[in-house]
């Protein structure tokens, strides 16, 4: 059984290289959007490349996350989790010396493969480490810390661009995984499942993922409307329908489909993909929207869309107390809809936009909607399954969660009509954003309709502390327990 008490040095200890670990993918996720406008300037980049310097690291984290997991029950977790911070690193420093578009893209997807290593097991490693009396205070501290990094990463991306350079924005985690890794290997313990089966699903993450990418080139290049599109499109579906069949027929997937006859839990994740695709659809846009037509810099730009994290920091345990008590239905319906009436109210962010009257009112609203919806969510996917399953359910709802922000951001800027070099002219770029902000308020309606439609019966109550301080806008929480989740 775990000893480690959290108010022993080796368990404070362990709390920071925890927190430095998923604090360095978090932080990426978050300061690289502000630093988009000053990226394509400086290597003369189209919105294309703009967009696969988002995808890239969204395609490969999404894509292998689940054998992440995987992979640290297997082998050890504190193994995998050090070997993901060491790669994550060598890939942000590919990053940050990138000559070019091409080389930035090839090192984002990088960057993700070491995300997918090191994401899953920073809170397994707290769950597999601390003494079970200590371990729901140990999460909630990494949660706590984990969103107040969510929360200051816009603003110190925004300070880094316009201070040292974008570059920055990615050699910041060399430094941190210097300091993580020392600690992770003389304090952290090692623990795995205990079961070496030593089969991994890999065909199905590489079927996976190549389905996603396939698609996703599709949709950001078919502006052109080239054989090569169309050719890629059938490809990218023909991926996926063969990641279904080798899920079905293996005998250790690495996502089991019969976790998809519960009702409950496939509508959920539908509803997660509604939510997250507008998220990640709003922020690549936003900040973008904010530098090109209003005129910020990029730490003001970062700095004016901080207050919906603040929100979701400060108030999402309540939430969580509120869908116990109500159920999850009213707060996964009306959540969206507030949400959407955020996104709508972005309408009036142009070339004169007042940051009181116009910009602040908007993000307040879409933050509250957040605040709504968020920890119920994740509670609801949690309580649909049973507890041998919620590791595999939460890794699922990530995973969905991150593929739906990378299709979104792939198809949002062709369903707007953006030209390639539609960020270079505030008034192309202002017109778009506004139908892209119409399509983004239109899928969370969907949602909300969806929620209403199939959400009914009431979760077991999720008392898992994730659940409840988990600060990030850009994923659902892991559930730590990643040994639990595999089905025998």
Request: aromatic fraction near 8%; charge should be neutral; hydrophobic fraction near 50%.
């Amino acid at each position: 059984m775990p000893d480690v008490r959290i108010a022993s040095p080796q368990g404070k200890w362990i709390l920071l290289t925890t927190v430095l670990g998923s604090s360095m993918a978090l932080l990426d996720s978050t300061v690289v959007n502000v630093a988009l406008p000053r990226i394509g300037e400086d290597l003369d980049a189209n919105l294309s490349a703009l967009q696969w310097t988002v995808n890239a690291y969204m395609l490969t984290l999404a894509g292998l996350i689940l054998l992440g997991g995987s992979l640290g029950d297997q082998y050890g977790r504190r193994k995998i989790f050090v070997i993901g911070v060491i790669w994550f690193a060598v890939a942000s420093l590919l990053c940050g010396l990138a000559p070019n578009a091409g080389v930035l893209i090839a090192a984002r997807a990088l960057q993700g493969v070491g995300g997918a290593l090191l994401t899953p097991g920073s809170l397994a490693l707290i769950q597999a480490s601390f003494h079970p009396d200590d371990r729901g205070r140990a999460v909630g501290l990494w949660s706590g810390f984990g969103g107040i990094g969510a929360a200051v990463g816009p603003f110190l991306g925004g300070w880094l661009v316009d201070g040292p350079g974008w570059r920055w924005v990615f050699l910041l985690n060399v430094p941190l995984a210097l300091l993580c890794v020392p600690i992770a290997l003389r304090h952290v313990p090692e623990s795995g499942d205990g079961r070496k089966h030593g089969h991994f699903d890999v065909l199905g993450a590489v079927l996976g993922a190549l389905s996603l990418a396939l698609v996703t080139y599709a949709l950001i290049e078919a502006r052109g409307g080239s054989l090569v599109v169309t050719v890629t499109a059938i490809a990218g579906v023909a991926a996926g329908v063969a990641f279904v069949y080798v899920e079905k027929r293996r005998p250790d997937p690495m996502m089991p489909l019969g976790i998809f006859a519960v009702r409950q839990f496939t509508a959920v994740n539908l509803v997660t993909m509604c939510v997250y695709a507008a998220i990640g659809g709003f922020f690549f846009l936003a900040v973008i929207q904010l530098q090109v037509v209003v005129g910020y810099s990029a730490l003001a730009a970062g700095t004016a869309l901080l207050p919906s994290t603040v929100l979701m920091l400060l108030f999402s345990a309540r939430s969580g107390e509120l869908g116990e008590r109500i159920g999850p239905r009213i707060p996964l319906t009306v959540g969206p809809l507030v949400c959407a009436a955020g996104l709508l109210l972005m309408l009036r962010v142009g070339p004169d936009a007042s940051y009181v009257a116009d910009i602040l009112p908007a993000v307040l609203v879409f933050g509250v909607g957040l605040v709504t919806l968020v920890a119920p969510l994740t509670a609801t996917v949690l309580g649909s399954v049973d507890t041998s399953r919620a590791g595999l359910a939460s890794g699922i709802n990530n995973a969905a969660a991150r593929a739906a922000g990378l299709i979104a951001v792939a198809a949002l800027p062709l369903l707007a009509g953006m030209g390639e070099d539609a960020y270079r002219s505030p008034d192309a770029f202002d017109d778009a954003f506004g139908r892209a902000m119409v399509w983004c308020a239109g899928v969370l309606v969907a949602g909300s309709v969806l929620s209403f439609a199939t959400v009914r019966s009431l979760p077991p109550d999720c008392r898992r502390p994730e659940c409840r301080t988990f600060g990030s806008i850009t994923a659902p929480p892991l559930e730590g327990e990643r040994a639990k989740g595999r089905i025998e």
